[in-house]
Each structure stands twice: as structure tokens, then as C-alpha cells.
């Protein structure tokens, strides 16, 4: 079946960087668009990054310059990149995609920021 395993989250220091892997299994990874969702404590789920198929990508203006999606699909696995991280990236990260009649999504990787 689908799983979605990200890894990878951690806590930080405002400025520094941090890689998210998430290690895809059960489906053609390599045909899909993937994302990079975040939830902040008290809000939302948040779209962060997406990769398409063809390795084209797309950013939320809040971490635009910051953050850097890629996907390697030798080895199932999607990256995020974090760097110049800033307090208000603290969140739970998680990988997901669109499947044919359902959104799958990972587990969650916990970020925290802060000093």
C-alpha cells in the first residue's frame, strides 16, 4: 500500500538549515506530482513546495529563496531543503500527493525554531 515517511525534522537555531527527506513506497512515485505541506500549532495546514513530474517546482512566497524542493526518483525519496530558517517555520511538516481519488499524506516531521 502507500506510505509516505518523512524524516529529517529537528529543532534549530534561527538561521540554520535543516533537510526533510520523505521516503515514498507502494506507488509510481516517479509519475507524480509531490508537496511539502506545514501545520503550525493553532493553524492550518499550509502548502510549502511542490515538485511535478518533470521536476518543476513552486514555492509559498513565505519561504521563497529559503527553501529548496527536489526529488530523486532513483530512490523514491523527495528533499526540503530549509535554510535561513526563522521562528515562524516551526511546524509539523508532511509529504504528500494526489492520487487518483485520494490525497495521501505522510506521518508528520516536527520543526522547531528558536533560540
Known amino acids: 500500500q502507500v506510505q509516505l515517511v518523512e524524516s529529517g525534522g529537528g529543532l534549530v537555531q534561527p538561521g540554520g538549515s535543516l533537510r526533510l527527506s520523505c521516503a515514498a513506497s507502494g506507488f509510481t512515485f516517479s509519475g507524480y506530482a509531490m508537496s511539502w505541506y506545514r501545520q503550525a500549532p493553532g493553524k492550518g495546514r499550509e502548502l510549502v513546495a511542490t515538485i511535478t513530474s518533470a521536476a518543476s517546482t513552486n514555492y509559498a512566497d513565505s519561504v521563497k529563496g529559503r527553501f529548496t524542493i527536489s526529488r530523486d526518483n532513483a530512490k523514491n525519496t523527495m528533499y526540503l531543503q530549509m535554510n535561513s530558517l526563522k521562528p515562524e517555520d516551526t511546524a509539523v511538516y508532511y509529504c504528500?500527493?494526489?492520487?487518483?481519488?485520494?490525497?495521501?499524506w505522510g506521518q508528520g516531521t516536527q520543526v522547531a525554531v528558536s533560540s
Open positions: 504528500s500527493f494526489q492520487g487518483f481519488l485520494t490525497r495521501y
